[in-house]
C-alpha cells in the first residue's frame, strides 16, 4: 500500500511538480514546503537561548512576559519576506505550518518555553479573515503545536474591532490603534494556564502588548511570546 501511494505521488509530482516556496526548485522525496538548502540557509536568531534578546527587551516595561523571542530575522527583500507573504496572502497555509514546526522545535528546546500548556494565535477581525479566507498565525500556531503536543486556542482571545493597517505607523500609532481591539471569552478557563502567544511578524509589538494586556487581565499564570521573524 506505501509502495503504491509512493508510486502515485511521483507521477503526480511529474504532472505538478512541488515546488519550493523559498526558491521555486521542485522539491524531493521528504522535503515539505521548503527545500533543505531554503532551510539551512534561513538567518535564525537563537533567542529563545536568551532571556534579553532583542525580542524580549522590546516588551520590558510593557507587559509581564515570561519569555519572548522570535525565530528568523526579517529584512526587506529577503527569502523570509517572501515566506511570509506567501503565507499571508497566497494561501500557503501549509508553509506556516512547516515555519511552525521549526519554531516548535526551538521553543521546546528551551527551558522557558517548556512548561506551555496552551497556545493562543493572535486572531484577525472575523470580517479580514472572512476575506482572506484564514489567520496565518493560526497556521503558525498549529505547527508548533504538533511539535510540542500543546493544544491550540482560537476561541479565548477574540478581536472585536476591525482597525486600519498598521504598516506604515510608527509605534505610538501602532499602540493607540490597538486600544480595545482585544477581547477574552470565558476567561475563567484560562486559570493557572501558560500562555504562548503567537504572531507571524514582531516590528513595534503593539499587536502583541495589546493581546498581553487582554491575556494579563485574566487569571493565566504565564504568558510567552513567539513569532516567527523579527524586523530589526
Given at each position: 500500500?506505501?509502495?503504491?501511494?509512493?508510486?502515485?505521488?511521483?507521477?503526480?509530482?511529474?504532472?505538478?511538480?512541488?515546488?519550493?516556496?523559498?526558491?521555486?526548485?521542485?522539491?524531493?522525496?521528504?522535503?515539505?514546503?521548503?527545500?533543505?538548502?531554503?532551510?539551512?540557509?534561513?538567518?535564525?536568531?537563537?533567542?529563545?537561548?536568551?532571556?534579553?534578546?532583542?525580542?524580549?527587551?522590546?516588551?520590558?516595561?510593557?507587559?509581564?512576559?515570561?519569555?519572548?523571542?522570535?525565530?528568523?530575522?526579517?529584512?526587506?527583500?529577503?527569502?523570509?519576506?517572501?515566506?511570509?507573504?506567501?503565507?499571508?496572502?497566497?494561501?500557503?497555509?501549509?508553509?506556516?505550518?512547516?515555519?511552525?514546526?521549526?519554531?516548535?522545535?526551538?521553543?521546546?528546546?528551551?527551558?522557558?518555553?517548556?512548561?506551555?500548556?496552551?497556545?493562543?494565535?493572535?486572531?484577525?477581525?472575523?470580517?479580514?479573515?472572512?476575506?482572506?479566507?484564514?489567520?496565518?498565525?493560526?497556521?503558525?500556531?498549529?505547527?508548533?503545536?504538533?511539535?510540542?503536543q500543546v493544544p491550540v486556542s482560537t476561541t479565548h482571545l477574540i478581536r472585536q474591532h476591525h482597525t486600519s493597517t498598521q504598516t506604515k505607523k510608527g509605534r505610538y500609532d501602532r499602540f493607540e490603534n490597538m486600544q480595545s481591539v482585544f477581547t477574552i471569552l470565558n476567561p475563567g478557563q484560562l486559570e493557572n494556564q501558560h500562555i504562548l502567544l503567537v504572531d507571524d511578524v514582531i516590528t513595534t509589538g503593539s499587536t502583541l502588548e495589546a493581546s498581553?494586556?487582554?491575556?494579563?487581565?485574566?487569571?493565566?499564570?504565564?504568558?510567552?511570546?513567539?513569532?516567527?521573524?523579527?524586523?530589526?
Amino acid at each position: 500500500m506505501i509502495l503504491i501511494r509512493q508510486i502515485v505521488n511521483d507521477f503526480l509530482g511529474l504532472l505538478f511538480p512541488y515546488l519550493c516556496n523559498g526558491c521555486g526548485i521542485q522539491l524531493y522525496h521528504g522535503e515539505k514546503e521548503i527545500c533543505t538548502k531554503c532551510r539551512y540557509d534561513l538567518p535564525f536568531t537563537d533567542f529563545q537561548n536568551y532571556a534579553a534578546n532583542p525580542v524580549a527587551k522590546l516588551f520590558w516595561g510593557r507587559i509581564s512576559c515570561n519569555g519572548a523571542m522570535a525565530m528568523l530575522y526579517f529584512r526587506k527583500g529577503s527569502k523570509v519576506q517572501h515566506l511570509i507573504h506567501r503565507l499571508k496572502y497566497k494561501d500557503q497555509t501549509q508553509t506556516g505550518i512547516e515555519l511552525g514546526k521549526l519554531l516548535g522545535e526551538r521553543l521546546l528546546s528551551s527551558p522557558t518555553y517548556q512548561t506551555t500548556s496552551l497556545i493562543i494565535p493572535v486572531p484577525l477581525h472575523p470580517k479580514k479573515q472572512k476575506s482572506r479566507g484564514y489567520n496565518q498565525s493560526e497556521y503558525i500556531a498549529r505547527g508548533i503545536a504538533e511539535i510540542m503536543q500543546v493544544p491550540v486556542s482560537t476561541t479565548h482571545l477574540i478581536r472585536q474591532h476591525h482597525t486600519s493597517t498598521q504598516t506604515k505607523k510608527g509605534r505610538y500609532d501602532r499602540f493607540e490603534n490597538m486600544q480595545s481591539v482585544f477581547t477574552i471569552l470565558n476567561p475563567g478557563q484560562l486559570e493557572n494556564q501558560h500562555i504562548l502567544l503567537v504572531d507571524d511578524v514582531i516590528t513595534t509589538g503593539s499587536t502583541l502588548e495589546a493581546s498581553g494586556i487582554t491575556l494579563l487581565a485574566t487569571p493565566i499564570k504565564q504568558l510567552s511570546i513567539a513569532a516567527l521573524a523579527y524586523s530589526e
